[in-house]
């Protein structure tokens, strides 16, 4: 048998492809069953094309597993190869015939097309990583004798004449004698094989058959079981589903069958709180289905969590978790999809970022929003549950676009509010409920609910009837400040020094008290030195004699939780604009007018700063210094 040599960048090619290329051993049975469905598709498509001189097959691909010699041997019967092809496809790696065929297809007119999957030239060598010698036993429809390829992956190829071979193709694989870091033996075994084709092919369109061995009990002349007598029988096995639940009519499909698919592919007990059914056509073409798990992973918050889709392409199963088809901020999403036109480099497991992907990213992402928006619409205590579980993502997906983002998730937002404590309200809600004279979007924030009820300036807004919408989480801030309005209506903070909720005659009395007593004011402002911008009277407070508010920009909820981020920890990276604010009407302040030492004025003074504080649930710098501060106030006062 003569042996031909392969072309230089060839054998660079296939020792690349051998030791670099490939991440997973296991992969070669899905390329070489990926090919053999091209194989088919070909034929199908020359059966097609001529005019009934052609015979339709009952097209299937056959693998068997010989232990005794070490030989996978994977069997289509589709198109085969002439000499000429084995040369031009398997001799010269890269060199595929599938690019010119599909050149061909889109000349038909007809709803016949067939698809054609990837380059055959390629993923075929990816057999050499389990391989030590292979053998190609193919006969063309053309040709009236059949033909043998033969290589070791390493310097030459065979080519002779196999008169005995039948149409179609078979594929042996002699596997490599197994090491200590390598069980290449696994790949004989009959269930490993099943796993390994459910899990890479299960949707090829071809069924893929396999004869199991079954052990059965024998059995005597009155057809009783012998005990301990057994024996081994065939059994011919399909190994694959060929019907992808996501290329079904959607009508078609029921939620019971969704939900069973969705536990069953992603190992969980539960039914999703949502499922997406995807079908695109036009200029990229795709299926998808996508799945809102009723529970977060537990490592959804990890950083060794990981994001992405499931992908194939024609029904091959390609990578799993493919975080380009998804944004971070709906990563916990699941699912998969199916796509004809998606741009696949030399591997088929690393994907090049293209125009295809992300527009199949984008169109997911706008169809997860719009179906998150329907169910907010039409099953508003299930959309709660997820904003419950999810709801934080959507708001960084909004604070991490800088805004960009804001109108496609601005409707997404939902928030407990004074009005509405047990159920939380989406902002369309709140505008709609708004008073006539109210020019902003209140919100007040803190780390919990009831904390935020405690706030001073709560009893204004309480008073005045004025909704808030309550923040809890660090993000609701900074989402918010992205977001900027919602309907025209601008975002204001509680503790904004400027809320604009006071009549005309409350701003003209507190007005006309801070200019009465502003020496007063000044020497406490001094005596704060750098903790305050300002201090003034307030007519926001009842009860409370203290509380600190914040010019417009940053409030102090966002200047605490900037200053914990890592590294700024131990340095004041963010501060905001500080006004304490003090309640005239409180017997503390008619106290603190009276004091006549400067000294005992400067005490009062940082302890109301720091009471301040405490009212708002924020920490103080100094614990002790605030105790010692408080225990010689109260020993004076009872001297």
Same mark, same amino acid.
Not at 389 to 417: A, M, N, P, Q, R
């Given at each position: 048998?003569?042996?031909?040599?392969?072309?230089?960048?060839?054998?660079?090619?296939?020792?690349?492809?051998?030791?670099?290329?490939?991440?997973?051993?296991?992969?070669?049975?899905?390329?070489?069953?990926?090919?053999?469905?091209?194989?088919?598709?070909?034929?199908?498509?020359?059966?097609?094309?001529?005019?009934?001189?052609?015979?339709?097959?009952?097209?299937?691909?056959?693998?068997?597993?010989?232990?005794?010699?070490?030989?996978?041997?994977?069997?289509?019967?589709?198109?085969?190869?002439?000499?000429?092809?084995?040369?031009?496809?398997?001799?010269?790696?890269?060199?595929?015939?599938?690019?010119?065929?599909?050149?061909?297809?889109?000349?038909?007119?007809?709803?016949?097309?067939?698809?054609?999957?990837?380059?055959?030239?390629?993923?075929?060598?990816?057999? +050499?990583?389990?391989?030590?010698?292979?053998?190609?036993?193919?006969?063309?429809?053309?040709?009236?004798?059949?033909?043998?390829?033969?290589?070791?992956?390493?310097?030459?190829?065979?080519?002779?004449?196999?008169?005995?071979?039948?149409?179609?193709?078979?594929?042996?694989?002699?596997?490599?004698?197994?090491?200590?870091?390598?069980?290449?033996? *696994?790949?004989?075994?009959?269930?490993?094989?099943?796993?390994?084709?459910?899990?890479?092919?299960?949707?090829?369109?071809?069924?893929?058959?396999?004869? +199991?061995?079954?052990?059965?009990?024998?059995?005597?002349?009155?057809?009783?079981?012998?005990?301990?007598?057994?024996?081994? @029988?065939?059994?011919?096995?399909?190994?694959?589903?060929?019907?992808?639940?996501?290329?079904?009519?959607?009508?078609?499909?029921?939620?019971?069958?969704?939900?069973?698919?969705?536990?069953?592919?992603?190992?969980?007990?539960?039914?999703?709180?949502?499922?997406?059914?995807?079908?695109?056509?036009?200029?990229?073409?795709?299926?998808?289905?996508?799945?809102?798990?009723?529970?977060?992973?537990?490592?959804?918050?990890?950083?060794?969590?990981?994001?992405?889709?499931?992908?194939?392409?024609?029904?091959? +199963?390609?990578?799993?978790?493919?975080?380009?088809?998804?944004?971070?901020?709906?990563?916990?999403?699941?699912?998969?999809?199916?796509?004809?036109?998606?741009?696949?480099?030399?591997?088929?497991?690393?994907?090049?970022?293209?125009?295809?992907?992300?527009?199949?990213?984008?169109?997911?992402?706008?169809?997860?929003?719009?179906?998150?928006?329907?169910?907010?619409?039409?099953?508003?205590?299930?959309?709660? *549950?997820?904003?419950?579980?999810?709801?934080?993502?959507?708001?960084?997906?909004?604070?991490?676009?800088?805004?960009?983002?804001?109108?496609?998730?601005?409707?997404?937002?939902?928030?407990?509010?004074?009005?509405?404590?047990?159920?939380?309200?989406?902002?369309?809600?709140?505008?709609?409920?708004?008073?006539?004279?109210?020019?902003?979007?209140?919100?007040?924030?803190?780390?919990?609910?009831?904390?935020?009820?405690?706030?001073?300036?709560?009893?204004? +807004?309480?008073?005045?009837?004025?909704?808030?919408?309550?923040?809890?989480?660090?993000?609701?801030?900074?989402?918010?400040?992205?977001?900027?309005?919602?309907?025209?209506?601008?975002?204001?903070?509680?503790?904004?020094?400027?809320?604009?909720?006071?009549? @005309?005659?409350?701003?003209?009395?507190?007005?006309?008290?801070?200019?009465?007593?502003?020496?007063?004011?000044?020497?406490?402002?001094?005596?704060?030195?750098?903790?305050?911008?300002?201090?003034?009277?307030?007519?926001?407070?009842?009860?409370?004699?203290?509380?600190?508010?914040?010019?417009?920009?940053?409030?102090?909820?966002?200047?605490?939780?900037?200053?914990?981020?890592?590294?700024?920890?131990?340095?004041?990276?963010?501060?905001?604009?500080?006004?304490?604010?003090?309640?005239?009407?409180?017997?503390?302040?008619?106290?603190?007018?009276?004091?006549?030492?400067?000294? @005992?004025?400067?005490?009062?003074?940082?302890?109301?700063?720091?009471?301040?504080?405490?009212?708002?649930?924020?920490?103080?710098?100094?614990?002790?210094?605030?105790?010692?501060?408080?225990?010689?106030?109260?020993?004076?006062?009872?001297?």
């Amino acid at each position: 048998m003569e042996k031909t040599k392969f072309q230089a960048e060839s054998k660079e090619l296939l020792n690349l492809m051998i030791n670099s290329i490939y991440s997973n051993k296991e992969i070669f049975l899905r390329e070489i069953i990926s090919n053999a469905s091209d194989a088919i598709d070909k034929y199908h498509y020359n059966v097609l094309t001529s005019n009934g001189e052609l015979k339709d097959r009952n097209y299937e691909i056959l693998i068997n597993a010989d232990k005794n010699n070490r030989v996978l041997s994977i069997t289509d019967n589709g198109i085969g190869l002439t000499k000429e092809e084995l040369v031009e496809n398997l001799g010269v790696i890269a060199k595929s015939g599938s690019k010119e065929f599909i050149n061909k297809l889109k000349e038909i007119k007809d709803d016949s097309k067939v698809d054609i999957i990837g380059q055959f030239g390629v993923g075929f060598y990816s057999v +050499f990583m389990v391989a030590k010698n292979i053998q190609v036993i193919t006969k063309s429809y053309k040709d009236k004798t059949g033909y043998i390829f033969e290589s070791e992956g390493k310097d030459t190829f065979s080519i002779d004449e196999y008169p005995n071979a039948n149409d179609g193709t078979t594929i042996n694989i002699f596997l490599k004698d197994d090491t200590k870091d390598e069980n290449y033996s *696994k790949y004989l075994d009959q269930y490993e094989i099943q796993d390994l084709v459910k899990k890479y092919s299960d949707y090829v369109r071809y069924p893929i058959k396999m004869n +199991f061995t079954i052990s059965k009990q024998d059995l005597d002349d009155k057809g009783e079981p012998i005990e301990n007598k057994y024996h081994d @029988e065939q059994e011919l096995r399909t190994l694959n589903s060929m019907i992808p639940l996501w290329k079904k009519n959607k009508k078609d499909i029921s939620e019971k069958e969704l939900n069973e698919f969705y536990k069953s592919k992603y190992y969980d007990s539960e039914d999703p709180l949502l499922s997406i059914y995807v079908n695109v056509e036009g200029m990229i073409s795709y299926n998808a289905l996508i799945f809102i798990p009723a529970h977060a992973p537990y490592d959804l918050y990890s950083d060794n969590y990981e994001k992405g889709l499931n992908l194939y392409v024609k029904g091959i +199963f390609i990578k799993d978790r493919v975080k380009e088809l998804i944004p971070d901020y709906l990563k916990f999403a699941r699912g998969l999809v199916d796509s004809n036109d998606l741009n696949l480099n030399i591997s088929r497991e690393m994907l090049q970022e293209s125009v295809q992907l992300r527009r199949i990213r984008d169109n997911i992402e706008s169809k997860i929003v719009s179906e998150l928006k329907k169910l907010k619409e039409n099953d508003f205590d299930k959309y709660v *549950k997820f904003f419950e579980l999810y709801g934080t993502f959507v708001k960084y997906g909004i604070y991490t676009s800088y805004g960009s983002k804001s109108e496609l998730l601005k409707d997404l937002l939902i928030y407990k509010s004074l009005k509405h404590e047990d159920k939380p309200i989406s902002l369309k809600q709140y505008v709609s409920e708004m008073n006539k004279e109210q020019k902003f979007i209140y919100f007040a924030s803190g780390s919990s609910y009831e904390s935020i009820k405690l706030m001073p300036q709560i009893d204004l +807004f309480k008073k005045k009837d004025i909704d808030v919408l309550l923040f809890k989480e660090p993000v609701d801030e900074f989402s918010i400040m992205s977001l900027r309005e919602y309907d025209k209506k601008e975002f204001k903070s509680i503790s904004n020094e400027d809320v604009d909720v006071l009549s @005309e005659e409350e701003k003209e009395n507190i007005k006309n008290l801070n200019i009465e007593n502003k020496e007063l004011l000044d020497k406490i402002k001094d005596c704060l030195k750098d903790k305050v911008d300002d201090v003034v009277l307030s007519s926001k407070l009842t009860n409370a004699p203290v509380c600190l508010s914040n010019k417009d920009g940053l409030t102090l909820e966002m200047e605490e939780t900037l200053n914990k981020m890592p590294g700024n920890e131990n340095q004041e990276a963010y501060k905001a604009s500080k006004v304490l604010e003090i309640n005239p009407n409180h017997d503390l302040f008619k106290g603190i007018k009276s004091l006549k030492d400067s000294d @005992e004025l400067e005490d009062y003074a940082n302890l109301l700063y720091d009471q301040a504080m405490l009212i708002q649930g924020f920490s103080i710098k100094d614990p002790e210094a605030f105790i010692n501060l408080l225990t010689k106030i109260m020993v004076k006062s009872i001297k």
